[in-house]
């Protein structure tokens, strides 16, 4: 297989042999995200990075995953000027004209209001997962481009250990967008047929877990199901429990 810099992240993650390999590409950008954002690039330094950080702030997990990264320093300065345009825009705004009460027959309707758009705008954003977004389908274009290209990519795609439900919807859905037609059926079938054979299988490891805490089985053998709810968490829940939390 030829190894082009851009095909290497796709490649390493169907070769990880997690139970959903773009889960795994994923978890891989998000941490070269958190990393762009606050690790040794300083990218939080640069004026206009900084401008993007203090409009869009982030969301919960990447403010915890932000917080978890070993520069406090760098969280204080992103998050002073983050809450000084925060002061700024929401004390601008509340000067606006305050809501009226709801007519008798208007309850439902959501008060306009400067306040709740910038805030409703904060909540939509986050600077993480914008960069994430950028290079995220271009990743899952390389999968489709591997696909219709390698004959060893092929292989590879129909030994994995399927996907997520999700990112089995992502490629279910940018695959007639993306392949050709000669490829476009058998990728789908392939896909769905993969998607639904090893989601059962994991399924199974699950029940065989519950079964194991039944006194009655706890003399045969754990087969696959140690791990069980940690691989059954990534194919429902799109997410790789790290091996120390296990
Ligand atoms: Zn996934
Ligand atoms: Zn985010």
């Given at each position: 297989m030829k190894e082009k810099i851009y095909t290497i992240p796709i490649q390493d993650a169907f070769a990880?042999?997690?139970?959903c390999p773009v889960c795994a590409m994923y978890q891989k950008l998000e941490e070269n995200a958190i990393n762009y954002t606050i690790?040794?690039?300083?990218?939080?330094?640069?004026e206009d990075i900084r401008e993007q950080t203090d409009g869009q702030g982030f969301c919960r997990k990447h403010f915890r995953d932000l917080y978890t990264y070993p520069n406090k320093m760098g969280l204080a300065l992103i998050l002073k000027t983050h809450m000084d345009k925060t002061i700024r825009e929401l004390e601008k705004a509340a000067e606006a004209p305050l809501p009226s009460p709801n007519s008798m027959f208007k309850k439902q309707v959501k008060p306009s209001s400067p306040v709740i758009d910038y805030v409703e705008g904060l909540e939509r954003e986050c600077f993480v997962c914008g960069y994430i977004r950028q290079t995220f389908e271009s990743y899952l274009r390389t999968i489709f481009y591997l696909y219709e290209r390698e004959e060893e990519f092929r292989q590879q795609f129909a030994q994995s250990k399927g996907f997520c439900t999700s990112h089995y919807k992502d490629l279910f859905c940018l695959a007639p967008k993306y392949l050709n037609k000669k490829f476009l059926e058998p990728f789908l079938r392939e896909l769905n047929g993969s998607y639904l054979e090893n989601f059962k299988r994991v399924r199974d490891d699950v029940e065989w877990f519950i079964c194991k805490n039944d006194y009655r089985y706890q003399d045969e053998p754990w087969k696959n199901a140690r791990d069980a709810l940690q691989r059954a968490l990534t194919k429902t829940g799109s997410i790789i429990i790290p091996e120390e939390e296990t």
């Open positions: 990880a042999g997690c139970e690790g040794p690039g300083a990218s939080y330094m640069e």
